[in-house]
């Protein structure tokens, strides 16, 4: 199980919610053209220098970039569709995820100018607003944690 949060730019002429539906959610997979597999090869290796411990993998449909320990995830399969996520479950402290996942965010929203739908909060975010963020993701790791509590007592 994991907390997954959806990666799209906006449309001029759309909604955000339309331009989100555009992008991540029709059958329609965009894909990357080659210039834009570039470009995101770059903003990919600008969160890598932020946080090294990430490990970058690409195939012919997806760039990624991968931290086994924590299990945090930044994928992306086409250039405005992409996701993040990391398991409720993770070997590292708390707030070293949230230092990497709020660096994560930060770049995406000032070099890509991502905007992000949260399905478990129901909400957008512009990623480029730097107080809505901070906001974000203390949100996001309160929710986590809930979560993480609910599905230790099913378990017991």
């Known amino acids: 199980m994991s907390y997954d949060i959806s990666l799209f730019t906006t449309q001029p002429d759309l ?8 992008k991540c959610c029709s059958e329609n997979e ?24 990430l490990k970058s993998i690409e195939t012919d449909e997806m760039l990624a970039l991968i ?3 924590s299990g945090l995830e930044v994928i992306f399969f086409g250039v405005d569709n992409g996701a993040v996520s990391f398991p409720y479950w993770h070997e590292k402290e708390d707030m070293v995820l949230v230092v990497h996942l709020a660096k994560v965010l930060r770049i995406l929203g000032q070099k890509g ?15 480029s607003e730097e107080e809505a963020l901070a906001a974000y993701i203390q949100q996001v790791f309160v929710s986590n944690q809930e979560t993480v509590k609910l599905i230790k007592q099913w378990f017991k």
Not at 32 to 37: G, L, N, P, S, V
Not at 39 to 53: A, G
């Open 15 to 22: 909604s955000i919610e339309e331009s989100f539906e555009l």
């Open 30 to 53: 965009s894909g990357f053209a080659a210039a834009e597999k570039g470009m995101t090869r770059e903003l990919l290796r600008v969160i890598q220098d932020s946080i090294p411990i």
């Open 67 to 69: 931290d086994n320990e």
């Open 113 to 127: 100018k991502y905007w992000a739908h949260d399905s478990q909060l129901g909400r957008y975010l512009d990623l």
